[in-house]
Nanobody, 122 residues
Framework: QLQLVESGGGLVQPGGSLRLSCTASGSTLDNYAIGWFRRAPGKEREGVSCISRRGGTTNYVDSVKGRFTISRDNAKNTVYLQLNSLKPEDTAVYYC???????????????WGQGTQVTVSS
C-alpha cells in the first residue's frame, strides 16, 4: 500500500522559496499520479498541482501558475513542489496524495498524511 510523507515546509519571508518533498514507501511511485493540496487557516483544502505517473502531464491552480513547479524523480520515489515568489496567502499546510491527474483538473484518490506547514511572513 502506498504511503506518502511530506517534508520541506518552514517559515519564509514574502518573495522567498521552498522546496517540498513527497516521499513514497510501500509501493513503487511510478505507478501513481501524485497531487499537492493545501489547507489554509479557515479555508477548505484545495488542489494545487499534480503530475502524471511519468511526468508528461502537469497542472496548476491559477493562483500558483508561474510560481510553483511540480516534478518527480521516480528513482528516488519522490515528488517535489518548488515554491517560488511566495506570498502570505500561500501560508497553509501542504499535503501530497495519490490522484488522477489531467491537464485541467485533478481528482483525489488516496489518503491524507500529516502534511507540512508553510508559513510566509515577514
Amino acid at each position: 500500500q502506498l504511503q506518502l510523507v511530506e517534508s520541506g515546509g518552514g517559515l519564509v519571508q514574502p518573495g522567498g522559496s521552498l522546496r517540498l518533498s513527497c516521499t513514497a514507501s510501500g509501493s513503487t511511485l511510478d505507478n501513481y499520479a501524485i497531487g499537492w493540496f493545501r489547507r489554509a487557516p479557515g479555508k477548505e483544502r484545495e488542489g494545487v498541482s499534480c503530475i502524471s505517473r511519468r511526468g508528461g502531464t502537469t497542472n496548476y491552480v491559477d493562483s500558483v501558475k508561474g510560481r510553483f513547479t511540480i516534478s518527480r524523480d521516480n528513482a528516488k520515489n519522490t515528488v517535489y513542489l518548488q515554491l517560488n515568489s511566495l506570498k502570505p496567502e500561500d501560508t497553509a499546510v501542504y499535503y501530497c496524495a495519490q490522484v488522477k491527474c489531467y491537464s485541467d483538473y485533478l481528482e483525489f484518490t488516496g489518503s491524507w498524511g500529516q502534511g507540512t506547514q508553510v508559513t510566509v511572513s515577514s
